[in-house]
């Protein structure tokens, strides 16, 4: 089968999905974007860099990561399993640091000193990828500098002592609306002042090309996994996957494996905060519209003027008004189809998951969850059986415990 | 015809001095003032930036300037309608400086309609470097309206090679030179070694060239000008206009500061 077009870079245009992607960057960060990309050839693909990184995984992260048949919580939004015949999660929060961002995060740092780089930055929002990034600069040994919004500070606490604790340097950010789309600008403020020594790590498949396309092969591991152990468990394909978009790091990383076989159903979920009729949401691809944020053409929460608006989320990972350009793509060509969730949907699917499965979810994972009953129903009706289906279990609730006291035990 | 303006400034023998203002800040209605202050104080061309809510390429000076600008509302009508009454009362050339995504917003086609009837002779879009495919430029072509491109320590001689071809198909009346591999502000630049680096730029480009970012007194005004056409102020001005207290204090504290880097550039 052939892979999907809509995924190959075309040739004439480097750097874009369809029409989606680019780069929109100030004049200096040209020359430092080329060299990341002549990097990806030079040093990504080589059989030396995939031998020394994988070796990380095995070994640090804790991979390959398990896919767990979960058949009671497929009885509890299934009870009569006319729609839903077996569900698997894809357990990329059993990774090291809790989340499948560290997959990038040794990815990239291991790649910049492989650069000569010697100092590295990174954004974050909820922290996870800011953890990820302060753990793989301690065990290579550089140097780490955290961007992260001084709302998300406040409400992310546990994280921002954890990056700490790895002798990372949280900077908070006050301008704008104090949240990650002001630590991203921030970070690029700071790598366009030290492009020579430092590496700017992007933890999500956004940002100018070719971030969309180098997070999107590290984090590609999680759809490689998941296809090969469900050859083994199921015996088979699954009918459907699903993952939660944010940016779209872990949802892309899934996908990528499976875009070319056209009978699988792919769902990216994003959050619709208090309701996607509402301002209060981080719908990007649902209510957003075509525009240019961090470097790449996507789609964008702005407004008349063209100025960027808050998103909102109670997952602070999934609240950013700006969305991979690979997912624009992939909505635009309809090859994956783009659901919402609330946060009190989400809420509910933590409580579910954790009482039936005795996993406790990320928020930004429960979004993903929230929505795999409607897929079912959707998936088995169309093809006149009980389906089966693959959700990306990116992240574990640790770091949300506030949230989820205050809300479920309150 | 617009670009003739820009091209006549360019072609006089004293250093083209050119001014950046936030349009909005403090309040849109100070805008028009402001600019005259800064003609009053010498300035030949005038940038009215377009304040953008992620203004990524900017250093504190402008961020804080697009926040007090951005609470008035002040937007890409506000600017095309400071520079259509500019333009009914001066023949400074006015350069319109933004991000794209608010242009992309407005429609290219429209935006480009709207500042060529508001008068408007030069685009400068920060994000849109000259290679990414944009239907800005085609349109600003067809209006006779110049693109102005940015050229950055870090930009190779290669890629100034892709831009001189760019240039033939393109109406550039003149490239800046960014002084520092950095956010506009920086507070330390190199002058001297920015205006080597420019001169250099011109020979490859045979385009007029002037330096901006980081130029914020006489000394580093006259020295960054040195064998290129002249410079850009913005955060300085802008600065000089935040410490101001009122709308009188803001007038008077543009045109000396204009007309400070104006004096360091004719001595």
């Not at chain 1, 839903?84 to 995060?105: M, P, Q, V, W, Y």
């Not at chain 2, 330096?211 to 802008?238: H, I, P, T």
Request: net charge neutral.
């Amino acid at each position: 089968m052939q892979p999907h077009a809509s995924r190959v870079l075309e040739v004439d245009s480097p750097g874009y999905f369809g029409r989606f992607g680019g780069r929109f960057v100030a004049e200096t960060l040209i020359a430092p974007l080329d060299e990341l990309v002549l990097a990806m050839v030079n040093i990504v693909d080589t059989h030396a860099f995939q031998a020394e990184w994988r070796s990380l995984l095995l070994h640090y992260v804790g991979r390959p990561t398990p896919l767990t048949e979960t058949a009671r919580l497929a009885k509890a939004i299934d009870p009569s399993g006319k729609s839903l015949s077996r569900l698997f999660l894809k357990r990329e929060d059993l990774c090291h640091t809790g989340a499948h961002k560290i997959n990038n995060a040794l990815g990239q740092v291991l790649l910049a000193t492989k650069m000569g780089k010697t100092r590295i930055v990174a954004e974050t929002g909820a922290g996870q990828h800011g953890v990820a990034t302060a753990t793989a600069c301690a065990m290579l040994g550089l140097p780490c500098i955290v961007y992260m919004g001084e709302e998300d500070v406040g409400r992310q606490a546990p994280n921002v002592g954890r990056m700490k604790l790895l002798g990372a340097e949280v900077r908070s950010v006050t301008a704008g609306s104090r949240t990650l789309k002001d630590a991203m600008n921030e970070a690029i403020r700071d790598w366009v002042s030290n492009v020579a020594t430092t590496h700017y790590c992007i933890g999500s498949a956004a940002g100018p090309h070719p971030y969309p396309e180098l997070v999107a092969r590290f984090q590609s591991v999680i759809g490689d996994e998941a296809k090969l152990q469900s050859e083994t468990q199921l015996g088979n394909l699954p009918d459907a996957l699903i993952a939660c978009v944010g940016g779209g790091s872990n949802a892309i990383g899934l996908f990528r494996t499976f875009l070319s076989y056209e009978s699988i159903a792919i769902f990216g979920v994003e959050a619709s905060g208090q309701g996607i009729e509402t301002n209060h949401h981080a719908a990007t691809l649902t209510k957003g519209r075509i525009g240019v944020l961090h470097g790449s053409k996507s789609y964008v929460l702005c407004d008349e003027q063209g100025q960027i608006t808050e998103a909102h989320s109670i997952s602070a990972g999934l609240d950013y008004p700006g969305v991979g350009p690979e997912h624009a793509a992939l909505k635009e060509s309809k090859r994956v189809t783009y659901l919402s969730t609330t946060d009190d949907e989400a809420l509910a699917a933590v409580s579910q998951a954790a009482r039936s499965e005795g996993i406790i979810l990320a928020l930004e994972t429960a979004h993903a969850f929230a929505r795999i009953g409607d897929v079912a129903r959707s998936c088995a009706s169309e093809r006149g059986r009980a389906v089966n289906v693959l959700v990306s279990c990116s992240g574990r609730g640790d770091k949300d415990l506030t949230t989820l006291l205050s809300r479920l035990l309150p | 015809m617009s670009a003739r303006r820009i091209v006549n400034i360019l072609n006089k023998p004293r250093k083209t001095l050119i001014a950046y203002l936030c349009v909005g800040d403090p309040h849109p209605s100070e805008t028009l003032a402001l600019a005259k202050a800064a003609i009053a104080g010498g300035a030949d061309i005038l940038e009215l930036g377009v304040p953008f809510s992620d203004p990524s390429a900017d250093g504190k000076a402008i961020v804080r300037a697009s926040e007090r600008a951005l609470a008035h509302g002040t937007n890409v009508d506000t600017a095309l309608g400071i520079a259509k009454q500019l333009r009914s009362e001066s023949a400074v050339p006015i350069v319109i400086f933004g991000y794209y995504n608010p242009l992309l917003v407005y429609g290219e086609e429209r935006f480009v309609k709207n500042a060529n009837d508001a008068g408007v002779d030069a685009i400068l879009c920060v994000d849109l470097p000259f290679d990414e495919p944009a239907n800005l430029r085609e349109s600003a072509r067809e209006a006779g309206i110049s693109m102005v491109p940015l050229v950055a320590p870090t930009t190779t001689d290669a890629r100034l090679d892709a831009l001189k071809r760019h240039a033939e198909s393109q109406l550039v009346d003149f490239v800046y030179y960014v002084s520092v591999a950095g956010v506009t502000g920086a507070a330390s630049i190199d002058a001297v070694a920015a205006s080597a680096r420019a001169r250099q730029v011109l020979k490859i480009l045979d385009i007029p060239t002037v330096v901006g970012f980081g130029v914020d007194s006489a000394e580093k005004a006259r020295a960054a000008a040195n064998g290129v056409s002249g410079v850009v102020v913005g955060s300085a001005l802008v600065t000089a206009i935040e410490g101001a207290p009122d709308a009188k204090a803001r007038i008077l504290a543009a045109e000396k500061l204009v007309s400070s880097l104006r004096h360091g550039l004719d001595a």
